[in-house]
Structures are given as C-alpha cells and as structure tokens.
C-alpha cells in the first residue's frame, strides 16, 4: 500500500487482509468491482505463464472483466513505457454479438489517448489449398467478407467514440495465432469469454488461452452472452 500511495498520491487506496481461499477470496471481491486485475509470476519468457491455480479459475469464474498483467513485462521491454503506452488491440471472432469487448475496447483506449486495433483471425479453408499453393480467389473472398463483418462491428462504436483512432486487421491463419501477433507492442489485448460453455470444453476458448499463456502485453478477458 505504502509504495502504490507514494507512487500515486491522489489514489485512494483500501487494503484488505482476507483469511479464506484465495480463489473464493477474490471471485467475491470481482463481484463487486468493475475490474479485478492478478499478476503473474517472475519468469522466463518462454516459461511465463500465468500463475494457473489461481488466476486461471478466476478467469474462468469472474462474472467481470479479469485483466492479467505479466511481472517484469515493463523492464524487459515486452510493453510500452508509460510516457509512451501502446495501443490497445481487442480479438473479435465475429460469429456473435461482440458489443462486451468493444464498449471495454473502445473506453480503454480513450481513456489511454491512444488508437484501437480490432484483429480477426479465420484459417484458410482446406479446399483453398492447391499443389501451386493458395488460391487466392477464395482468401480474397474470405478476406472481403470477413472485412465487411467487422466494419459492421465497429461502425456504432466508431460513432459513439468519434476521438479513438481505429484500425482493423484480418489475418488468414489460426485466430489465436494472428491475435498473440497482433499484440506484439501493444499496451493492453482484449480478447473475451464465453459465459456459457458446453459441459466438457475446456474453460476458455483457444484465443483467450494463448493470449493468456503467450501475448507479452496485459490481457484483458471480458465475459460476454
């Protein structure tokens, strides 16, 4: 508290000593809150993975939005400096309403003063595959489509945040893929959660989860319908 005070001296700062399980602890404490935001561990790039028996369930669990932030992300070079914060980059799939993440999306970036990206990844069908490599009749169909779908997303929330500078990307290659490449530089990933998930799917979805494990930035998980 003492070194979050000095560091921010107009913050208002209430510290809370709970004596029950972490993981009931702080899915009580998200309820209540517009945000809940967990650390990781100290480690390796390439073994920095989130702390799992903690974090992960409250991701999981958390009827909020959870952000995780990596220890050490600022000193390694993995983000931006505060005087310069990167942008914030959200993963949209499309298949559904979206609304969660972009009113999350567009608020952080305004509030931040800097530009939104919206990423959507979509793998290139196997009958696009040839022996000469990829027809690119049917990426470039893919490509429009998917374009359209995702102007349509932004088109209210441009309008109702006419300050936030937005671009948009398609990647033709695994979602999870072109969403932890689009994060490189960026100050902030939102990428979302499906409250309601079939009985023996995993948790979270293979964006979220390789967003999770591998983008270098924070990474914001929105629970959505």
């Not at 305004?110 to 990206?117: E, I, T």
């Not at 349509?152 to 932890?180: C, H, M, N, Q, Y």
């Amino acid at each position: 508290e003492a070194e979050l005070q000095a560091r921010h001296p107009g913050l208002s700062i209430i510290g809370d000593l709970v004596a029950e399980d972490a993981q009931e602890a702080l899915l009580k404490a998200a309820a209540g809150s517009e945000m809940t935001v967990l650390g990781s561990r100290g480690m390796e790039p390439v073994e920095s993975y989130f702390l799992g028996d903690i974090s992960m369930p409250v991701v999981a669990r958390s009827e909020r939005p959870v952000v995780l932030v990596r220890a050490g992300a600022r000193a390694e070079g993995t983000s931006s400096s505060p005087k310069t914060p990167g942008g914030v980059v959200v993963a949209l799939k499309l298949h559904g309403p979206c609304d969660d993440l972009l009113a999350f999306s567009f608020a952080a970036a305004a509030s931040r003063g800097v530009p939104l990206r919206a990423v959507h990844g979509r793998s290139v069908p196997l009958h696009a595959h040839a022996p000469w490599g990829v027809d690119h009749g049917v990426t470039e169909k893919i490509s429009q489509d998917a374009r359209k779908l995702l102007s349509d997303a932004l088109r209210p929330w441009r309008a109702k945040f006419p300050t936030v500078e937005v671009a948009d990307s398609i990647g033709l290659e695994s979602p999870a893929k072109a969403v932890v490449r689009a994060a490189e530089g960026a100050g902030l990933l939102v990428v979302g959660r499906r409250r309601h998930r079939p009985a023996l799917a995993p948790p979270l979805g293979s964006v979220a989860t390789a967003a999770i494990h591998h983008a270098p930035c924070p990474v914001a998980v929105i629970p959505h319908d």
